[in-house]
């Protein structure tokens, strides 16, 4: 069993004062304001190769740190810092009787802070380097000079990133010195930052040797935090990113929460990928991490202008941006009801206009005009959330997740759904000269949308928009029922008597769409008839339900799109009951030829990807 040591005793103080500090650098970001201030304090400035150079150049004094130890740097440079003079004066134990002996015996000078990066190793990799020179990027001297520092840190103050020396600067002048508590925070950030460094090491060596990395270190740096979690009840809650990386996001006004961020992170990919995959702007609006509706820029008919409360003179002069939000928006507008929306170009005035009077919490898009951060920085009080995209943010290939102490790891999901997935195995009659380029085009706006739901899911989607989606459902024919049921409403949101619907004077907006559904439903209790009624001067004669039956025989041209196979024709029998023509789904079961027979039966084409969408 290994001898475990005991812990060193010395005089400990709060406030321990600057008066030696070794600065060794690959990033000199900041670096020169930082030694000017040290410097205005009388701290002696010791330093290495460039840094010292940097330092010179702007007339600092230092001490090159072979003059110090008196041993030149030698090897290449491999050996500058490996020094008792070095290491000792970073782990000397101030007032320990044995150390301070030690130390003067030895010629040791008391070193207080050590300043540093590590050398690029991962930057080096990342740029296809040869073997040889990733190895020499592996920092040595830095490493050990981290750890002495941290590991001391009673009395030496380790700091490793630019993003720290406003602190630094700010705790010595206010308390002459650096405080207990910053320089523990700080050992803490070093020691993850060694580890993440040794970590990504092993990693790319046991990779080159091919072989399973025998450890994976994620170490991450908090941002922000949240409020809450998923519930009140659920704190603490934050935001990081990992170390050396940076978020997908800016926040630009508004207070995110943790749904709004996992619902801008889904939106955010799910219109990146429209917006590949059609060459048409797209938008999304996302309700509890699944998208309520989705929709690429295609114009609209008339009686969807009607029915979307927008005049055809409107529709006709809005920008691309905004018809696929006005679209998605559109899709359920119920469900939509607070939604995080998201857009693939950046967002101008009319798509803030169309915004604003809707209840939303917030946005993502990859940039704003300054017309149109005006006005929703003004809504919702000011809280409305904006969030910015960066075009640049590249996410790791292997997404993690922690479960009840469990570390899921997994290839993310970054296949690019495109039209050839739709055209390469037409199993139905007529084959790939049976689909139309709008079908086309709707099959991959339905395949996307499924990507992006929690599965199982099916999502249905005509004229470039999703029309119904079904989230969620242990049991497929579930899915397709739920989400054929909004497509139901979809198309009876477009009956005359709909349209016809005389709202009283002031009746706000959301509860002539909530009104409009349960008039398309029909069930009403008693009590809530009641209050329906009393929104309208005349109340409606009932939408019976053979006029909604002889309606929904008109219906088709509808895509159906499922994340996974459809296991029986029953999902298919219920389709043909809302208007579908035409099928997207990955195939593979054993029963694909009696779902293909269906859809032969019913005269509608079926597409089979090759890809099953599971999103959980």
């Known amino acids: ?21 070794l600065i060794s650098v690959s990033d000199k970001t900041g670096i020169v304001e930082l030694c000017t201030y040290l410097h205005s304090k009388n701290v002696e400035l010791l330093s290495t190769g460039g840094t010292a150079k940097k330092l010179r150049d702007a007339n600092l004094p230092c001490i090159d740190v072979s003059d110090y130890t008196k041993s030149p740097e030698c090897l290449d440079g491999r050996v500058k810092t490996l020094h008792p003079k070095v290491h000792g004066g970073l782990l000397g134990v101030r007032g320990n009787p044995q150390h301070e002996k030690d130390m003067e015996e030895n010629g040791i000078g008391k070193i207080d802070m050590t300043i540093l990066n590590l050398y690029p190793f991962e930057a080096t990799v990342a740029k296809g380097a040869a073997f040889e020179q990733c190895i020499e990027n592996i920092d040595i001297g830095g490493p050990s000079m981290l750890r002495s520092t941290a590991k001391n840190h009673a009395f030496t103050t380790i700091v490793t990133s630019p993003d720290q020396y406003a602190e630094v600067m700010a705790c010595i002048e206010e308390n002459g010195g650096t405080t207990l508590s910053l320089r523990k925070r700080y050992a803490a950030q070093g020691f993850s930052l060694s580890a993440a460094y040794d970590s990504a090491i092993a990693s790319w060596f046991t990779k080159e040797l091919g072989e399973e990395s025998p450890v994976v270190t994620r170490v991450y740096k908090p941002e922000f935090a949240l409020k809450y979690g998923c519930n009140p009840h659920q704190k603490p809650a934050g935001i990081s990113s990992l170390l050396n990386s940076n978020l997908p996001f800016t926040v630009l006004n508004g207070t995110p929460g943790y749904i709004n961020l996992l619902d801008a992170a889904n939106a955010w990919l799910l219109v990146k990928e429209l917006r590949a995959a059609t060459g048409l702007a797209a938008a999304s609006s996302f309700k509890h991490v699944s998208p309520a509706g989705a929709a690429v820029a295609v114009p609209l008919t008339d009686v969807e202008c009607a029915a979307y409360e927008v005049t055809p003179e409107g529709a006709a002069k809005l920008t691309p941006s905004a018809l696929a939000y006005l679209r998605a928006r559109n899709a359920d507008p119920m469900c939509s009801f607070g939604d995080f929306a998201a857009v693939s170009d950046i967002v101008d005035e009319d798509t803030a206009m169309i915004l604003k009077k809707e209840v939303s919490d917030g946005i993502v898009a990859p940039g704003y005009t300054p ?11 000011g809280k409305f959330i904006v969030l910015e995209a960066k075009a640049d943010f590249v996410p790791d290939s292997v997404e993690y997740r922690e479960v009840y102490g469990m570390t899921f790891s997994q290839k993310r999901n970054d296949i690019i759904i495109t039209k050839e997935h739709m055209t390469k195995n037409v199993v139905t009659e007529g084959g790939v000269d049976a689909l139309s380029e709008g079908a086309i085009r709707d099959m ?25 989606v079904g989230a969620g459902q242990q049991s497929r024919v579930d899915c397709v029922k739920l989400a054929g049921r909004k497509v139901t409403t979809w198309h009876l949101r477009q009956h005359p008597k709909v349209l016809g619907l005389k709202f009283k004077q002031g009746v706000k907006r959301q509860d002539r769409v909530n009104a409009r559904v349960r008039y398309i439903e029909g069930d009403f209790t008693d009590e809530e008839r009641t209050r329906w009624e009393a929104q309208f001067d005349t109340v409606p004669e009932p939408l019976a339900t053979s006029e909604k039956d002889e309606f929904m025989k008109k219906a088709s041209g509808v895509t159906i799109s499922s994340d996974a196979f459809f296991p029986f024709r029953d999902s298919i029998d219920h389709a043909s009951k809302v208007g579908v023509s035409y ?21 509608m084409k079926m597409s089979m990807t090759g890809v099953r969408l599971f999103h959980h």
Request: net charge negative; hydrophobic share 40%; glycine share 10%.
């Open 371 to 381: 017309e149109a951060l005006a006005i929703l920085k003004s809504k919702k009080g």
């Open 444 to 468: 991959i706006v339905a395949s996307i949308c499924v990507k992006y739901t929690q599965s199982n899911s099916v999502g249905f989607a005509k004229d470039g928009m999703m029309v119904g």
């Open 1 to 21: 069993m290994a001898h475990i040591l005991s812990a060193v005793s010395g005089t400990e103080a709060d406030i321990v004062p600057i008066t030696r500090a």
């Open 583 to 603: 099928v997207a789904q990955p195939g593979g079961s054993v029963q694909d030829p009696q779902v293909t027979q269906c859809c032969d039966d019913y005269g």
